[in-house]
């Protein structure tokens, strides 16, 4: 049983991108580009753009109304979001939007654990031993800029990495979408080597 209810809903998002590249981010630009975000093709008039702030540099922060539409499910007496409009007449699993984006946010926190792990063998190879330090953001201090040229903390779920010396070596890890120590998602790099989620780190 579907309740469409013409309910389209405001969302107030926040969205980081970078500075029109012959000056300040227009709102027409980034309306445009809020429209079509993540494959998203909504009708740039349901778009509104409420606020921009530079941050200077490349970056800016946009605040925008965005009129879109869900679609609910009554399953066991609850009603749940089963699916949210992307375009004109055309609907997208939620589950599978929200799929794609833990995929994507294990992708990137794998590349950003491997480029810290080459800082730490790069500091081997010229030290003849591993960081010794108390956790990650000591490593990250010890590390940057010589050896990582970007100051990186946390994983994509603004969690904070860990890092440990270990008798083979050193390790990596982020807690992984769950958030929780010791469970399967954990994304750990032992050495260089992705050892878990073992999937996702034998991609590419």
Do not use: C
Request: aromatic letters at 8%.
């Amino acid at each position: 049983m579907w309740s469409k209810g013409g309910m389209a809903l405001a969302l107030v998002g926040a969205f980081l991108m970078g500075v029109w590249a012959r000056g300040e981010l227009s709102p027409g630009e980034a309306r445009r580009l809020i429209a079509t975000v993540g494959g998203l093709r909504l009708p740039k008039e349901n778009v509104h753009i409420r606020r921009i702030d530079s941050l200077g540099g490349r970056d800016a922060v946009v605040e925008a109304f965005v009129l879109t539409a869900f679609k609910f499910t009554r399953r066991d007496d609850e009603w749940e979001i089963t699916e949210v409009r992307v375009g004109d007449r055309q609907w997208e699993s939620v589950e599978l939007v929200t799929a794609a984006v833990r995929a994507e946010k294990i992708r990137r926190t794998i590349a950003d654990l491997r480029e810290v792990a080459a800082a730490v063998e790069a500091f081997r190879r010229e030290r003849g031993f591993y960081p010794s330090v108390a956790n990650f953001a000591a490593l990250v201090d010890q590390l940057t800029p010589t050896y990582l040229k970007r100051v990186i903390r946390e994983d994509w779920w603004h969690r904070p990495f860990l890092y440990a010396v270990t008798t083979r070596g050193y390790r990596l890890e982020s807690l992984g979408p769950d958030g929780k120590p010791g469970t399967p998602d954990d994304i750990i790099l032992e050495n260089g080597e992705v050892i878990a989620p073992r999937h996702e780190g034998n991609e590419g």
